[in-house]
């Protein structure tokens, strides 16, 4: 019993936690969100792994995706070549982080909040993926808006005109007195024989049927009569056009008061310019074939069409018209025609595209069939 207590052992402390790598760190995310192991991902050198087998096989869940099962098939289908390549993008932007970052921001990046955006040079298998309604495996993607992109957009979007911006039409006999007044207040003057889509304005003194005057009705341009560039004039500046526009109950005190075919012809400028939306037409929806028309007038009723956001069908893709504008044949009946005839299509006297435009109410298509063809549509609804 002289024998001193035994000195118990302490027991060794535990070895300090190592503090996680940017590496570990991009370990523990890819399992994290991915349930798959980094080791064999294409990032590590081997870029001939096929990661899609691994991936195959696992469920990656989301909160805002349905699960749905997997494709059988052995050969690699566009959303595996999709989710093959959408590892690579993210692995490559972990890659790009610095160092000196912490976790907290690498997470933020993967699970940052916002709708998820696809860059327009994406691979043409996400493409035909999305085309056939296929879903994206992956759940979580980076939301990143590529600038090149974004300009592309801006440039596309159909913006409206600048309300300063003033370009004129004339016609031959008013280009020597007005052309002056207009440049001298900083507007532009077409020298145009035909319409001009980029135009903005046409002067009139009394309105009649000319090319310009019905294009410009229908794509909706200004029809002002010329009293607005005298007292622009006397102003030295830029006034109302409705103050002086044909047809505008407000211009009744500042032009004359039409009569006869030309009040049609105001009434009609008015009425389109006011209802129609930006970047439609008079003719919009409507697919037209011009057909057995000289060349020159052919070309004349094509440019009425286009100025009206109509579509002229080439004689290659008659089978898309809606209506045919067609003046008589000499001889048997053509074989374009019978096929408007069987697919129900109206073939149309030239001066219909005319009065669509300043008739109120609109006129009757039967009315305006060619007549050797109206029997043919006794029971057809236009």
Known sequence: DGLPDKKETPPPLPPKEKSPTMHDLRQEMWKKFFDF???????????????????????????SITDKAEP?????????????????KLEKCLNNHSS?????????????????STPQNSS??????????????QP??????????????????????????????LGSDLEDVYKPIIEGLGGEVLNSPTFNISSTHIIVENPVRSEKLLCSLASGKWVLHVNYLHKCKEMEKWLPEEDFECG???????????SGFS????????????????????????????MNFSTSKKKQYERLIVAGGGVVVSET??????????????????????????????????????????????????????PILKDFYNDVNF
Not at 124 to 137: E, F, M, N, Q, W
Not at 266 to 287: D, F, H, I, P, V
């Open 72 to 88: 059988t098939c052995t050969s690699k289908s566009p959303v595996e070549e999709g989710v093959t390549q959408h590892f690579e």
């Open 263 to 290: 009040s049609l012809i105001a009434n009609a400028a008015y009425k389109w310019r006011s209802t129609l939306g930006e970047g439609q037409g008079a003719y919009s929806g409507m697919k037209i074939a011009v």
């Open 248 to 258: 505008n109950p407000k211009s009744a005190n500042n032009i004359p008061k039409f």
């Open 124 to 137: 043409s298998s996400d493409r035909k993926a999305t085309k056939i309604g296929l879903v994206d495996s």
């Open 317 to 370: 893709c008659l089978n898309e018209a809606t209506h045919c504008c067609l003046d008589p044949w000499i001889g048997s009946m053509p074989d374009f025609v019978k096929m408007f005839i069987k697919n129900n299509v109206p073939c149309v006297r030239p001066v219909f595209l005319g009065e669509y435009l300043y008739r109120h109410p609109k006129p009757s298509v039967r009315d305006h069939l060619l």
């Open 100 to 116: 000196k970052e912490d976790s907290s921001k690498a997470s933020k990046a993967l699970n940052g909040p916002g709708p998820v």
């Open 140 to 169: 979580i993607t980076i939301d990143w808006d590529d600038p090149i992109e974004t300009a592309y957009k801006m440039s596309s979007m159909n913006i409206q005109k600048n309300p300063t911006e003033r370009k004129f039409l």
């Open 37 to 63: 192991d980094p080791v064999d991902s294409p990032s590590n050198g081997n870029k001939n792994v096929d990661v899609s087998s691994d991936i195959k096989n696992k469920k990656v869940q989301s909160p």
